[in-house]
């Protein structure tokens, strides 16, 4: 496994975190600075999902474009 996807993080886990990390902030019961660790530990969450998210449009955008060029040559091609 390379290191790149060593670091990646599972999207799906890390949503649960931030929801975790929401709930707790929301609570009130914590101290300021248990309050600020929570805050920076949700930042970086959050950009970690949006560049997968933004990964994962990326990938989608590419297969469409493939799947609507190899549709136009079809549509083109006289013998298909």
Not at 8 to 16: C, H, I, M, V
């Amino acid at each position: 496994m390379t290191k790149t996807k060593k670091r990646r993080p599972e999207l799906e886990k890390s949503l649960a975190d931030l929801e975790t990390i929401v709930e707790e902030l929301e609570s009130g019961e914590l101290s300021l600075d248990k309050s600020l660790q929570m805050f920076e530990k949700g930042i970086r969450l959050s950009r970690e999902c949006q560049a997968a998210l933004k990964d994962a449009e990326q990938k989608v955008q590419i297969l469409v474009d493939d799947e609507l060029k190899d549709l136009d040559a079809d549509e083109l091609d006289p013998d298909g």
